[in-house]
């Protein structure tokens, strides 16, 4: 076959003719030779050389451009020393290569190109070098394997094959690497079946002549191969392992693993011995220190599945060896004897399961030594502080064993400060259960003393509550003394159940007057106004039943005038008022809703102003009716001076609101109709009472005014600054509410409407503002 012109690069060419002698044109024209050039026998001197010695002469002068020299030998199929001079490329580790590979992308080929062509590659030990690929590849060990066992595969060695599928799916440690031999162990396997089943639909059936006896006699010597059943056995076997060899990966990748040992043994299911060396194999493997998961749970199944067996003795061996472990936890050791002493009761052994308690929770005579954390400490030797382990103490005390017993189980785990509250509220209920009233009162005492708060809030309800129910009013100033005890304890806002609780006693059992103080205390002490009106309405209730009115209002009296919030003063003037109506004393329920107009903002308490409204056209006249609506629009004035202290973001929202009630409005121009509001008005927030009947009367210019009233207010006051005119519109008053001055009119009874007055009345405002 002639070779083109670019067969060999020119470079080459100039380096075979320094070599030789030989000019380049001859070098090109021995290139361009006939086949018999190209020939790798051997030539003379003078002869052209073969293409091969002219790529290793070349490689001498430039040795990176070896990977140029394997391509031309893959081209030309000269895979043994295409495999020899890529084995020297992997080998070499000055190697660079000049298209970018790296030394596993080479290695890979090297393994393709010995695997791909067994029966060309003798130059190389094919296996040495895909183990060593396998040691020093850890990402490609499935890949390496399945390219070893490819390897045997061509060449016909079908076990030395399964051999490598099997001792890769017993090394690998990713489940990654082991699916891929698998897979590829699954294929070969099912392949083999299928050319077998083939290859003997392909056979003549046996000839009919001959009776049994005789073929059974030549069986050996007329054996035409004929092994389906057996491969396809062999294929069963290995789809039913692949649950055991995965599950042996999963624990070569992490042996300290619990769940995966759980499991495993799980596998095993129908095969009693081989559960049992799976649980041996791994209460061996597993280390406490480096456990992943609840080593406890792994002996307690262990020791189980000997109990679910009916031995019972070999179970109890298997828990005595457990307790001797170090576990991470004390709570895990616990576990042990609380299963252990379990499994004794489902045995109706109760007097083993006790005796196992009682072993468990002994005190360690071995001192702690100075300096030494209770944490570094053996979990043997702090089982004793195992809450858990005294609690399951106590509950089969209680159950089995006897009143002094469970006693003792009690105060010890008192005295070892490791009870909790809910321990206490059971060890009283046992006490009280067996009527020993003051031994559980005893305990409450304990308890109390022992948790602070909030963990002794449900000791105290319970301790009350027990002695209330107990005692009643037999001993009652112990009674107080506890209630007293306990509100020292709870906080403000968790104490109103508290006082009303130590209330109502001193009304069953004690002094009114009593009940009356704890009252006023809780009204003091409660921090929420909900609670606060709560507690008031309570009050007033049990003080009208007990004392009457005069008791009722001196607490209204009091709550007003102390330093109560708004909206509670607010209520309890409501209520006082309404009081004071039934009671015909309309004056004094009036004077109420004047002191109590003051916290109540017209846009945010309408109810109080429509209540108020109510009142006075049922008990009121036109001039109280005149009294209220103004000092409702002094207080609506008076609320909304905070629009004048707002800041610039609110003063921004509110020129926004402005403007979208009145469409083609800007923001500017909202900000200066606010202002031009502001400068109309003269007075911040000021609300004009109006005239009745006439015309607006209009003021005169300062200074001209003739009918100007000067109000001699005793001592002189430094002079304030001028406030602006302000004008009285003219507002009608409604027609329902005046009707004795309709009357007045219809009948031609003057009705006096004095403006000098009205006037009067404002600069007396004025002067008081």
Known sequence: MAAPDSALPSLLLQAFARQDGLPVETA??????????????????????????????????????????????????????AAMRLADVVNNDLFVSLVGKTKHQLW?????????????????????????????????????????????????????????????????????????????????????????MEAAASLPPPAEDENDE???????????????????????????????????????????????????????????????????????????????????VLWIAFARFYEDHGDVVNARVIFDKATQVAFKSVDDLAAVWCEWAEMELRAKNFAGALQLMKRATVVPTQRQARGTKLEDLPVQQRLHRSLKLWSFFADLEESLGTLEGARHVYDSMLDLRIATPQSVLNYAQLLQEHKRWEDSFTVYERGVNAFRWPHCKDLWLAYLAEFVQRYAGSKLERTRDLYEQALAVFPADEAKALYLAFAKVEEEHGLARHAMDIYARCAAAVPLAA??????????????????????????????????????????????????????????????????????????????????????????????FREMLRIKRSVAASFSNAHFSMSVPELVARAEAHAAEEPGLGAADAFAAMEAQVATTGLRGFVSAGVTGGTAVEQPAAGNNAEEIHLDMGDEEPEEEAEPDVQLEQAAVPSAVFGDVEAAVASKRPVAIDAQEALEKLAKRQRVE
């Open 28 to 81: 090109l024209r021995c290139a361009r030779h006939a086949p018999r050039a190209w020939s790798t026998e051997p030539r003379s001197h003078t002869a052209f050389p073969s293409p091969n010695r002219i790529y290793r002469r070349y490689l001498k002068l430039e040795a990176g451009h070896a990977e140029e020299y394997i391509e031309f030998l893959k081209s030309r199929e000269l895979w043994n020393e």
């Open 108 to 196: 890979l080929e090297l393994c393709d190109l010995i695997t791909k062509h067994p029966a060309d590659v003798t130059g190389l030990p094919v296996d040495a070098i895909l183990r060593g690929g396998v040691r020093k590849f850890t990402d490609e060990v499935g890949r390496l394997w399945t390219s070893l066992a490819d390897f045997y595969i061509r060449r016909g060695l079908f076990e030395q094959a399964r051999d490598v599928y099997e001792e890769g799916m017993v090394s690998v440690i990713t489940v990654r690497d082991f699916s891929v031999i698998f897979d590829a162990y699954a294929q070969f396997e099912e392949s083999l079946l299928s050319a077998k």
């Open 214 to 296: 005789d073929a059974a006699a030549n069986f050996i010597l007329r054996d035409a191969g004929d092994d389906v059943d057996l491969r396809l056995a062999r294929l069963e076997h290995l789809m039913h392992r692949r649950p055991e060899l995965l599950s042996s990966c999963m624990l070569r990748q992490n042996p300290h693993n619990v769940a995966e040992w759980l499991k495993r043994v799980g596998l095993f299911d129908d095969d009693p011995t081989r559960q049992v060396l799976t649980f041996t194999e791994a209460v061996k493997t597993v280390s406490p220190e480096k456990a992943t998961g609840r080593l406890h």
């Open 531 to 624: 609670d606060k009106l709560a507690v008031y309405e309570l009050y007033v209730q049990r003080a009208m039943d007990a004392f009457g009115v005069p008791k009722v209002r001196s607490i209204y009296e009091e709550a007003i005038e102390g330093d109560l919030p708004d909206g509670v003063v607010l209520q309890l003037c409501s209520r006082f008022a309404q009081l004071e109506r039934k009671l015909s004393e309309i004056d004094r329920a009036r004077a109420l809703y004047v002191h109590a107009s003051q916290f109540a903002d017209t846009a945010a308490e309408p109810w109080f102003w429509e209540e108020w409204n109510t009142f006075e056209v049922r008990h009121g006249n036109e001039d109280t």
